[in-house]
Every structure is written in C-alpha cells, then in structure tokens.
C-alpha cells in the first residue's frame, strides 16, 4: 500500500473534523499493512497552512462539527510540520513540476470538461499518480471520483466516512 493523503484527510486528522474517526482508522490500517511513510508535496503543505486557518473560520462560522480555536490550529500546524521532519508517518515529497504539469494538463483535458474537477483536486490526483501511489486517501467527493477514474484505491470500503 502506497497512500497519497489530500490536505482534507490532515486537516480531519489534526483538526478534529466531521471525519476526524476515519481519518483515524485509515492511519491504523496504514500502519497494520506496513505503509511507508506517506508523501506530502509542497502544494499539500501550502493548502494544509491555510487549511488550519479555515478550520478556525468555519468554526467562528458555526460550520457543525467544527470547532477549532485560533491556537489549535496554530498547535495542529506545529505537531504536523514536526512530524513531518521526523519522516516516520508522512515525508516531504519533491514532484517534478514537468511531470506534474504534464499530468495535469493530461487529466484536465480528459475529465474536467465532463466532470467540472478543481485545479486542487487535480493537482493532488496528478501529484499522486506521478509518486507511484495505489491509494488515494481523501473526504472531498470530486478528488475521490477523479482518483477512483484513474485506478487508484479510495478509502477502503470499510471506512464509515
């Protein structure tokens, strides 16, 4: 099993989220099947900072399920960038901006026009498919269908998300 995670699967993971349990449960059942650290590219640390962010906003919002206070996250963005360092779950992973580019250009053309896909959600598919991962892990319900469109495993059907 080789994950690639989506900003949306950390941020669930660290913020407390509506799928903070099957964040949880994926994370177990990375380690029971001996994954390698997952990869985390430069576009998911920049979307994951903002991310943080927005948890506080969608929690001053009144978002259910949310609530994240301006210290939390700031907590959330410390332990993962410290985790990260340490390589053990998750490592930062360098993506050719070529390869990368030219899937994602290949993935647009191919899909968006039918399916009406975000540039995050390509950029995420195409960033795992240029790593060589098997699974994609994510609770964004486009990002899903596009990986699941390229071959990649989704969630196991186990999760309850």
């Not at 994954?35 to 969608?58: D, S």
């Not at 990260?84 to 050719?96: C, F, I, N, Y």
Request: hydrophobic share 45%; with cysteine; proline share 4%.
């Amino acid at each position: 099993m080789k994950p690639y995670a989506d900003t949306n699967f950390f941020t669930a993971l660290f913020c407390q989220g509506p799928h903070e349990e099957a964040s949880q449960r994926l994370l177990a059942l990375a380690s029971e099947r001996g994954a390698a650290p997952y990869p985390v590219t430069m576009i998911c640390r920049l979307e994951l900072i903002n991310a943080f962010q927005q948890a506080v906003f969608f929690t001053k919002s009144g978002v259910p399920g949310m609530n994240v206070s301006r210290e939390h996250a700031l907590a959330a963005e410390a332990m993962f960038f410290e985790q990260l360092a340490l390589g053990t779950r998750w490592r930062q992973a360098v993506v050719s901006e070529r390869l990368l580019e030219r899937q994602f250009q290949d993935l647009s053309d191919r899909h968006t026009a039918k399916e009406g896909f975000r540039t995050y959600d390509i950029l995420h598919v195409s960033s795992a498919l240029v790593l060589g991962c098997n699974a994609f892990w994510s609770f964004d319900a486009k990002a899903k269908k596009l990986a699941q469109i390229e071959g990649l495993a989704v969630n196991p059907p186990v999760l309850k998300e």
